[in-house]
């Protein structure tokens, strides 16, 4: 388990993962075998999905693609040891709890994550003072902090990406960005410090997510 958290913490950015954000495991499945192959780091089982199919979405996902990084897009807000381990037993690598739990909640997360070798993300949607959190959340031990921008927040605003640098020289832990990004954006948001970005619809709404997911790895690269 050392080795597999050794491991996880080592990946060069940018990683691209790919949110999941379907409500049946069919589509999820399909959607996953071409994002695969057009070089997705890291897949993402997202809300939805397990709102929709429960855990099995997660050990579905993970014994379908045992090889890819799985994150589970919990969103945990309480019960931070019941469901950090019903995710990572399902076969998660790593989950996300909100920025706005208790401490004790993420401190709770984090031991479980430790006993499975996992990480966790910490999620800043809708947190009032994102900075200030962020460098909490550091001294907390989270391994990744998550700037958001929700899909309802879309609608009126694009994601902040001059934001990026200012949170990226407060924190040691990796970086992921989330928020309608595309090929380009998501190449702005890693030249501003992003390690991690997340992207979602611009690939799974597409006619061809495997060409959508080459082309952001494409742009990614250029950016590297």
């Known amino acids: 388990m050392v080795d597999k958290l050794d491991t996880m913490l080592t990946i ?17 499945l399909k959607v996953s075998e071409a994002v695969i192959s057009g070089g997705a780091d890291w897949l993402e089982c997202g809300t ?5 199919e429960g855990v099995k979405a997660i050990k579905t996902l993970k014994t379908t693609f045992p090889d890819i990084p799985l994150v589970a897009d919990l969103k945990t807000m309480d019960t931070g040891t019941l469901e950090a381990e019903l995710a990572f037993s399902s076969g ?8 706005a739990a208790d401490n004790k909640t993420i401190l709770d997360a984090l031991e479980v994550a430790k006993n499975y070798g996992g990480l966790v993300m910490a999620d800043l949607i809708n947190y009032p003072t994102p ?6 959340l550091e001294i ?8 958001h921008l929700g899909i309802d927040q879309q609608r009126f605003r694009a994601f902040p990406i001059d934001d990026i640098p200012l949170v990226k020289k407060e924190i040691k832990s990796f970086l992921a960005v989330a928020g ?9 948001a890693f030249l501003n410090g992003a390690d991690i970005l997340v992207v979602g619809g611009f690939i799974t709404r597409s006619a061809n997510p495997r060409e959508a997911t080459r082309k952001i790895k494409e ?5 590297a």
């Open 12 to 28: 060069k950015p940018p990683v691209l993962q790919v949110a999941l954000d379907f409500t049946r495991i069919e589509d999820a």
């Open 48 to 52: 939805p999905l397990i709102k929709s």
């Open 92 to 99: 998660a690598d790593v989950i996300t709890v909100l920025a």
């Open 131 to 136: 900075l200030n959190r962020a460098k909490e």
């Open 140 to 147: 907390l031990g989270v391994h990744i902090i998550l700037m």
């Open 180 to 188: 309608g990004l595309n090929d380009l954006t998501a190449r702005q």
């Open 219 to 223: 742009a990614l690269r250029s950016g």
